[in-house]
């Protein structure tokens, strides 16, 4: 096992007996279908977040980014296509934790329900991984066992995302939604629904020229 525990970022701890009920996760993460282009900055800011000694180490994030040709559903006619994979905080208690066989393992976030995977009670005995419906319980290279913790209700991830709005950079066309959200399920399913606003090229320089950072030479 690993000295040093990767961080969880919860906003306390409640712990629940097995068979007891337990409140569902309301709002969870989501991401929009081929608009992920691969950046990776998500699990950069994911490994940053967690790490107990500023490391970045996309190895240690909660997410991952994978190329998925092989679902069609998740890539465009060329197949190209980059799928977010994120815990979907199934209903609790979760698939993970329902097989996990050591009492205290797991804990939920008294804010967001999340299941937390308690790394010093974990045994590494790996029962989660393949528990796991969506495949979104990671192993560490050091063996601990990585799971979505929702950063306490405010995901690095979504905040990280480099195709938000003010991530981008004026004179590039891009479209204005974002890959991951954080939401409530019937918000998410209105924002996939809307239709990516387009911006015009106007190039670098001019944007620089029209912004005031840079003079013309005439």
């Given at each position: 096992?690993?000295?040093?525990?990767?961080?969880?970022m919860?906003?306390?701890r409640?712990?629940?007996?097995?068979?007891?009920?337990?409140?569902?996760?309301?709002?969870?993460l989501?991401?929009l279908?081929?608009?992920?282009?691969?950046?990776?900055?998500?699990?950069?800011?994911?490994?940053?977040?967690?790490?107990?000694?500023?490391?970045?180490?996309?190895?240690?994030?909660?997410?991952?980014?994978?190329?998925?040709?092989?679902?069609?559903?998740?890539?465009?006619?060329?197949?190209?296509?980059?799928?977010?994979?994120?815990?979907?905080?199934?209903?609790?208690?979760?698939?993970c934790?329902?097989?996990?066989?050591?009492?205290?393992?797991?804990?939920?976030?008294?804010?967001?329900?999340?299941?937390?995977?308690?790394?010093?009670?974990?045994?590494?005995?790996?029962?989660?991984?393949?528990?796991?419906?969506?495949?979104?319980?990671?192993?560490?290279?050091?063996?601990?066992?990585?799971?979505?913790d929702?950063?306490?209700?405010d995901?690095?991830?979504?905040?990280?995302?480099?195709?938000?709005?003010?991530?981008?950079?004026?004179g590039?066309?891009?479209?204005?939604?974002?890959?991951?959200?954080?939401?409530?399920?019937?918000e998410?399913?209105?924002i996939?629904?809307?239709?990516?606003?387009?911006?015009?090229?106007?190039?670098?320089?001019?944007?620089?020229?029209?912004?005031?950072?840079?003079?013309?030479?005439?």
């Amino acid at each position: 096992m690993s000295a040093v525990r990767q961080k969880e970022m919860v906003t306390g701890r409640v712990d629940y007996p097995r068979g007891a009920e337990v409140p569902n996760v309301v709002e969870k993460l989501f991401a929009l279908r081929n608009q992920c282009t691969e950046c990776n900055v998500c699990e950069v800011a994911c490994s940053l977040a967690h790490s107990p000694d500023g490391t970045i180490n996309p190895q240690y994030a909660r997410l991952r980014i994978d190329h998925a040709p092989h679902k069609p559903s998740r890539v465009n006619p060329l197949g190209i296509g980059f799928v977010a994979e994120i815990c979907h905080h199934c209903g609790n208690p979760p698939p993970c934790a329902d097989v996990c066989p050591v009492e205290g393992a797991f804990y939920y976030d008294p804010e967001t329900k999340a299941a937390i995977i308690d790394q010093d009670n974990c045994i590494q005995c790996m029962e989660c991984v393949p528990g796991c419906p969506f495949d979104v319980v990671f192993v560490a290279p050091s063996g601990e066992l990585l799971k979505c913790d929702l950063c306490g209700g405010d995901p690095v991830c979504v905040k990280a995302c480099a195709t938000r709005p003010e991530m981008l950079n004026e004179g590039k066309q891009y479209v204005r939604l974002p890959v991951l959200f954080h939401e409530e399920q019937a918000e998410f399913n209105a924002i996939s629904k809307q239709k990516p606003e387009a911006r015009d090229e106007v190039g670098m320089m001019q944007a620089m020229l029209e912004r005031g950072e840079i003079s013309s030479s005439a």
